[in-house]
């Protein structure tokens, strides 16, 4: 709708994840690294957390996307699946034949290991969402590394989450898998220097030729509202380009997105589109400067009230210090 306005050719901030609108902070390049590096150092098991829509899946999709063909991989996107299920849907990923029962597929699972070992190639199994994955499964899951024997481990397998996903693993029974992750990677949401190279990337790859469409001010608000998530920059960004348009500014500045996080923002929610920070900052502001005024009035008070008691304790303090 208001893209004829801004000049632009696409939605420059559009929710679905487009590998042609890809935007890598210093902390994404970093995780993908350690991604990569734990297929290629044979780590084993390798554990990706990050909180809801600081582009975990994305990352992923990427990761995948620059695999070499001797990597088979297998993406799990909803876990929630009893470990029958699970083995099935694995074993159809993995092109191995038709799953009929568990001893079968491990007969199977072990074979493809041994030929992977001899073809020098590599499995990945990918799990995300792993957060909602109950204790059995994720003991299920750390056997198949089991069947690596002799030290050929060509199987990698990442767990990919939410910061809950660490409450889990600490479950007593998960000792043995907890033991096995060889490599833990965090991440972290943007930075206030990635939220502004974020907005005018994503301006600039939707065609825009002036990427000074947010002002300075609401790129800051912008960021201390969302907290830095790429999710939440997004839905916020689209939602003021539609304010502006609609109020026919060029510029999208602090009142429209003040304006947009009002109508975004849920009662008691302080996790997305919130203000709180900013009306606590401006809070702190106001009590320092009325802390100052009070104390001035207090002095001056003094001064012109009370002259006889100042010159009676500025005469007093000359004496002592005379005298030492």
Do not use: W
């Amino acid at each position: 709708m208001y893209k004829q306005y801004y000049g632009l050719q696409r939605n420059p901030f559009e929710l679905t994840p487009d590998s042609e609108v890809l935007f890598l902070s210093e902390v994404h390049k970093e995780g993908l690294a350690t991604l990569k590096y734990g297929i290629i150092s044979n780590k084993g098991f390798l554990l990706l957390t990050g909180g809801v829509g600081t582009g975990k899946t994305t990352l992923i999709n990427v990761l995948v996307k620059s695999l070499k063909p001797s990597v088979k991989v297998c993406v799990l996107s909803n876990p929630i699946l009893a470990a029958s299920e699970f083995l099935y849907f694995l074993a159809s990923k993995l092109g191995l034949p038709n799953f009929e029962n568990k001893v079968k597929f491990l007969q199977d699972f072990s074979e493809m290991l041994q030929k992977s070992y001899e073809d020098d190639s590599k499995i990945l199994v990918i799990i995300d969402e792993a957060h909602v994955l109950p204790v059995e499964l994720l003991e299920e899951i750390r056997l198949l590394s089991n069947l690596s024997g002799d030290g050929h481990n060509v199987l990698s397998i990442f767990l990919v989450g939410q910061p809950e996903l660490l409450d889990r693993l600490a479950h007593e029974r998960l000792l043995p898998l907890r033991q096995r992750i060889g490599i833990r990677f965090h991440l972290d949401t943007f930075t206030r220097e990635d939220t502004e190279q974020y907005i005018h990337f994503r301006l600039n790859k939707a065609g825009a030729v002036n990427t000074g469409l947010f002002s300075e001010e609401a790129v800051r608000l912008i960021h201390l509202t969302t907290h830095g998530n790429p999710r939440l920059i997004n839905i916020l960004s689209d939602h003021a380009l539609l304010s502006g348009f609609a109020q026919e500014k060029l510029t999208v500045d602090e009142a429209i997105i003040t304006e947009c996080v009002n109508e975004l923002h849920l009662p008691g929610d302080t996790a997305t589109f919130d203000l709180l920070p900013l009306s606590q900052d401006k809070g702190k502001k106001k009590r320092l400067v009325l802390v100052c005024v009070v104390l001035s009035l207090m002095m001056l008070t003094v001064i012109f009230v009370f002259p006889d008691q100042l010159r009676s304790i500025g005469t007093t303090i000359s004496k002592f210090l005379y005298k030492h």
